[in-house]
């Protein structure tokens, strides 16, 4: 079966809209900076409380709330800080990137005639975008995971497993 260009043009702004629902939401309440986040650290805020995953840094389960419980000491605490603080303005870069892509396929969706040809090349901006914040991530995360012991990193690849199990028990 080909896809005619109606049915092309609703599948386009179908994924067009399933990406920029969540990118709406964190752009609602991202920002390293969110809450005055940064600020609060230098005011005695708790390592929780200032590192909240919340913020809409892009941290996911490598938040307060995935790193709390591994009893981090001090100088781990500050290195990770640092590690967050130095990534902060690349992820606002890529996540402002990757609205701008979503943005721009959107609008194409939208447009009273439709250009594949510069559908395709926002779509794929897209995907590149989406592509290089979720290498950020994962740079990262391995930065992060230098800075633990031994024993911490197996505490966080037990709660990986147990998150997992739980996942697939949903499906």
Do not use: C
């Amino acid at each position: 079966m080909t896809l005619t260009s109606t049915h092309t043009f609703s599948a386009l702004a179908l994924v067009a809209a399933l990406v920029a629902a969540p990118l709406a939401a964190n752009a609602a309440s991202s920002g390293p900076y969110r809450d005055g986040a940064m600020g609060s650290h230098h005011k005695g805020a708790t390592w929780q409380h200032q590192n909240d995953s919340r913020d809409g840094g892009g941290w996911g389960h490598w938040g307060s709330h995935g790193l709390r419980g591994l009893n981090l000491s001090q100088d781990q605490q500050d290195q990770i800080f640092k590690i967050r603080h130095d990534q902060a303005q690349a992820f606002y870069d890529q996540r402002k990137a990757l609205r701008a892509a979503a943005q721009n396929l959107r609008e194409l969706g939208q447009a009273d005639s439709f250009d594949e040809a510069r559908a395709r090349q926002a779509a794929d901006a897209l995907g590149q975008a989406q592509a290089q914040l979720a290498l950020l991530r994962a740079q990262t995360m391995a930065q992060i995971r230098a800075v633990l012991t031994p024993e911490q990193r197996q505490q966080l690849a037990e709660r990986h497993s147990k998150r997992q199990a739980a996942q697939s028990a949903k499906s």
